[in-house]
């Protein structure tokens, strides 16, 4: 079983860049699908973006694309989520998952979900 720590968030103005981290333990992050959601005060959890085992492919929701990167390094066991351009609308508790079903943004395609770290970004 892996478990996962995010961290990075924090408080940032409009425009600016933010980069969370995802590190596992337990268990090679290379045996995972990993995964970033959101979820807003009010609101339903939200897929962010995704990247495959391999790295190679990766998919992104529609309201982060072109703005936001997801990586891995499995060297150091860790997944990154790149935000630029931040608007307050990105604001929400930042979540990571693994999971060993194929890439995708459903929720309960991912096993292993982290405590999630806070994003608030200001106007």
């Known amino acids: 079983q892996v478990r996962l720590a995010e961290s990075g968030g924090g408080l940032v103005q409009a425009g600016t860049s933010l980069r969370l981290s995802c590190a596992a333990s337990?268990?090679?992050?290379?045996?995972?699908?990993m995964g970033w959601f959101r979820q807003a005060p009010g609101k339903e959890r939200e897929f962010v973006a995704g990247?495959?085992?391999?790295?190679?492919?990766?998919i992104y929701a529609d309201s982060v694309l072109g703005r936001f990167t997801i990586s891995r390094d499995d060297v150091k066991n860790t997944a990154f989520l790149q935000m630029n351009s931040l608007n307050p609308e990105d604001t929400a508790v930042y979540y990571c998952?693994?999971?060993?079903?194929?890439?995708?943004?459903?929720?309960?395609?991912?096993?292993?979900w982290g405590q999630g770290t806070q994003v608030t970004v200001s106007s």
């Open positions: 998952a693994a999971g060993t079903r194929p890439l995708s943004a459903r929720g309960y395609y991912y096993d292993y």
């Open positions: 337990g268990h090679r992050s290379s045996d995972y699908v």
């Open positions: 990247i495959s085992r391999s790295g190679t492919s990766t």
